[in-house]
């Protein structure tokens, strides 16, 4: 009985656990985006009240990061060379890195390991730096030409990216080294990056085909999703739990999504003036959220369980004689 309580108890707070991931996901249930022209508004992720956040003191917008529990978005400033941080609601605005850079565009966050990652098209180069914005690293120095948007998978120890200069994407391990070639070919001009990594997959927006592609991790598999209806496609993001995919588009004043399989077109919002970066926040990329422990947690929750069930099942072979 011993055992079988703590069998039950144990896949209660498993099961506990998965069932709250997906209430942080949607406890603030927004897309946030950056304006060229110098704004950083956010809706809800069916269009609706969509607002201003900020709209003064910016320059030329690029990416956008968000950290939900954090309460915090983060995002370039290629008008400025700046990187900066506020709270989700646009207040408390922080200067972060203003000075070394040139034109940063994208951005990301791994939350796990406290840094966040970008590109600069201005010095060839991808950087990191603490959330606060102190110890900038160089990682990628040679074979950029225009590297755009950046995309994270802190389990995996994964960083892809999108370079429009020689129309590919690559990726590489976190610190920098180990550079991969994922896509060379068909593409034309990749600018947005954002990963499914649950599925195994890459989804890019393609501004000069006018496409919104997706691959799997190791670039295999490209798969053509939206092929009409765009505009010079920017920044673009993924939600796996909602099963859609929303971007962004320079021609098109809309922001839009489809489902997964790119089916499903819909527009979001309408009227905008120059969107570029859009992030709706990763809540698996966070501190104390199951996937932060890692292969090792995992591991330990697998044999914490096997362990109850073998103990339990040697009991009964022994009751049973």
């Known amino acids: 009985m011993r055992q079988m309580l703590g ?30 022209g110098g704004a950083i508004q956010r ?5 609706g009240d969509a607002e201003n956040l900020i709209t003064s003191g910016l320059g030329s917008l690029s990416g956008i990061a968000v950290d939900l529990q954090g309460g915090k978005m983060y995002w370039t400033d290629a008008g400025f060379g700046w ?14 890195i203003t000075t070394g850079l040139v034109w940063p565009t994208g951005i990301a966050l791994d939350l796990q390991g406290g840094k966040m990652y970008w590109t600069d098209i201005g010095t060839d180069r991808i950087q990191r730096a603490d959330l606060s914005g102190a110890n900038v690293e160089n990682l990628v120095v040679v074979g950029l030409i225009q590297a755009e948007w950046i995309a994270l998978d802190p389990a995996a120890g994964k960083m ?68 009409t209806g765009l505009d ?4 673009i993001a993924v939600d796996p739990l909602g099963n859609q995919v929303y971007w962004t588009m ?27 970066g859009i992030s709706l926040g990763d809540p698996f990329n966070a501190p104390g959220t199951l996937p932060a ?21 040697r009991r009964q072979r022994t009751r049973a004689t």
Request: hydrophobic letters at 40%; aromatic letters at 6%; charged letters at 20%.
């Open 232 to 235: 010079r496609p920017q920044g």
């Open 43 to 47: 809706a809800n992720r069916v269009g």
């Open 7 to 36: 069998l039950a108890a144990l896949s209660i707070l498993v099961i506990g656990i998965g069932s709250a991931l997906p209430d942080v996901a949607y406890s603030q249930s927004k897309m946030y985006w950056t304006l060229t």
């Open 160 to 227: 892809y990216w999108t370079d429009r200069g020689d129309q590919s994407i690559r990726r590489a391990n976190l610190d920098g080294s180990g550079v991969e070639d994922l896509v060379t070919t068909g593409l034309d001009g990749p600018r947005g990056i954002d990963l499914d990594v649950s599925e195994g997959k890459m989804y890019w927006a393609d501004w000069g085909a006018d496409k919104i592609q997706r691959a799997n991790l190791d670039g295999s598999d490209v798969q053509d999703l939206v092929t």
């Open 293 to 313: 422990l890692g292969g090792f947690g995992t591991v330990l929750l697998c044999a914490a369980l096997a362990g109850t069930a073998f103990l339990y099942a």
């Open 83 to 96: 990187i900066r941080r506020a709270n989700l609601d646009g207040s408390n605005v922080e200067d972060l």
């Open 250 to 276: 320079a021609g098109i004043p809309q922001i839009k999504r489809a489902k997964l399989d790119g089916s499903g077109v819909e527009p979001l919002v309408t009227g905008l003036n120059g969107a570029s």
